[in-house]
């Protein structure tokens, strides 16, 4: 996806501030974070939404999860973290690359907004 912002990072093209990265993820610090601790989590497969996924994406899925603990246990989120991916205009999605965002280093409120 030539013009997708998440694919031009993942290429190198736009710089970013890598936390993690294997063959089927890549992990980077968010530019403007909303808790001490806020990094993206994205699949290197261009999937536009939640909406896009299929059966075949159900193991790339897994593994985006369990990334996701992976990197909460090394960056010391042991009293807990939140794990979002926004869906959809409403849903709050502003970029239409699937992506998860760990939140953590801060009590985390409910409702979130």
């Given at each position: 996806m030539q013009e997708c912002i998440f694919c031009k990072i993942i290429a190198g093209e736009i710089p970013s501030q890598v936390v993690y990265q294997d063959?089927?993820?890549?992990?980077?610090?968010?530019?403007?974070p909303a808790a001490p601790i806020h990094i993206l989590i994205i699949p290197?497969?261009?999937?536009?939404?939640?909406?896009?996924?299929?059966?075949?994406d159900a193991a790339l899925m897994g593994h985006i999860v369990?990334?996701?603990a992976k990197l909460a246990k090394e960056f010391g989120l042991d009293k807990g973290y939140r794990l979002?991916?926004?869906?959809?205009?409403?849903?709050?999605?502003?970029?239409y690359h699937i992506h998860f965002h760990l939140l953590g280093g801060r009590q985390m409120h409910w409702p979130p907004g």
């Open positions: 063959e089927k993820v890549f992990a980077f610090k968010d530019i403007a290197k497969k261009h999937i536009s939404s939640l909406n896009d996924l299929g059966v075949e369990g990334t996701a979002v991916s926004n869906c959809g205009e409403d849903g709050g999605q502003t970029v």
